[in-house]
C-alpha cells in the first residue's frame, strides 16, 4: 500500500469514481460558493467572461485577415564606431 505524501504529484483516471459523504459534500459546497460571492470573485468571473469574448473576437477577426500577426523583425547588432 502506498503512502499519501501530500508533497508529491498525483494523478487519477477521468473514470476513477470518489465516494465522499454528505459532510465533506456540504464543506466542498458552502466553501466554494462563499468564495464566488466575494466581491473579488465576482469581478474575476466577469474578467474571464470577458476573455471569453475578447478571444472569440480574435479568433474571428484572425481568420477574417482583418487582425493581423505582428512580425517581429530581428535587430540588427550594434556596430561599435571608434
Known amino acids: 500500500m502506498a503512502n499519501y505524501n501530500p508533497?508529491?504529484?498525483?494523478?487519477?483516471?477521468?473514470?476513477d469514481k470518489?465516494?465522499?459523504?454528505g459532510r465533506d459534500l456540504?464543506?466542498?459546497?458552502?466553501?466554494?460558493r462563499s468564495i464566488l460571492s466575494t466581491e473579488e470573485a465576482g469581478r474575476i468571473?466577469?474578467?474571464?467572461?470577458a476573455n471569453d469574448v475578447i478571444e472569440r473576437l480574435m479568433t474571428e477577426y484572425v481568420e477574417k485577415d482583418i487582425i493581423k500577426e505582428v512580425?517581429?523583425?530581428e535587430e540588427e547588432p550594434l556596430r561599435i564606431i571608434k
Open 45 to 49: 468571473l466577469l474578467a474571464d467572461k
Open 7 to 15: 508533497n508529491k504529484r498525483y494523478s487519477w483516471l477521468n473514470e
Open 18 to 21: 470518489f465516494e465522499i459523504t
Open 71 to 73: 512580425v517581429e523583425k
Open 26 to 32: 456540504n464543506l466542498f459546497l458552502h466553501t466554494i
